[in-house]
């Protein structure tokens, strides 16, 4: 199995345990899809595409970043906008008010609360130094 093929067969499984959708905003799904491809091929991990890391071996070893990441599991908040909710808006209902994704896009629900969010009892605080 390639490494895309890797990366497509965990993002449908993900999206579909998780209650979710693959944004259809022309170009996202298909970006987002090539640089987890990318890291899976270059880095031997699914760092998330869509930060800048000065140090993505560091970010690594610190898995906060790993696909999915701590805000996936925890909140259901993709910030990519890979897995998304209705109307192709980011599922922020379980964001603390005051972060940046509620913010920026308001309260947007999500369509299934009880899939997903392995790891909802936790806060990003918490896993901070997650697997050190
Ligand atoms: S924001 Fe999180 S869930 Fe979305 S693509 Fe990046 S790592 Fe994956």
């Not at 699914?46 to 909140?75: A, G, T, V």
Request: some cysteine.
């Amino acid at each position: 199995m390639t490494e895309r093929d890797k990366i497509l067969a965990y993002t449908e499984t993900y999206r579909r345990k998780t209650g979710t959708n693959f944004s259809t905003v022309p170009g996202v799904k298909e970006a987002v899809i090539e640089g987890l491809i990318h890291h899976l091929e270059t880095l031997k991990k699914p760092l998330c595409p869509c930060n800048f890391y000065p140090d993505k071996n560091k970010e690594i070893e610190h898995r906060r970043w790993l696909c999915p990441c701590n805000e996936m599991q925890i909140y259901k908040y993709c910030h990519c906008l890979l897995y998304v909710g209705e109307n192709n808006l980011p599922i922020t209902e379980h964001l603390p008010q005051d972060h940046e994704g509620r913010l920026s896009y308001g309260l947007n629900k999500d369509p299934h609360p009880e899939l997903g969010r392995d790891l909802r009892h936790k806060t990003d605080d918490d896993l901070s130094d997650w697997h050190k």
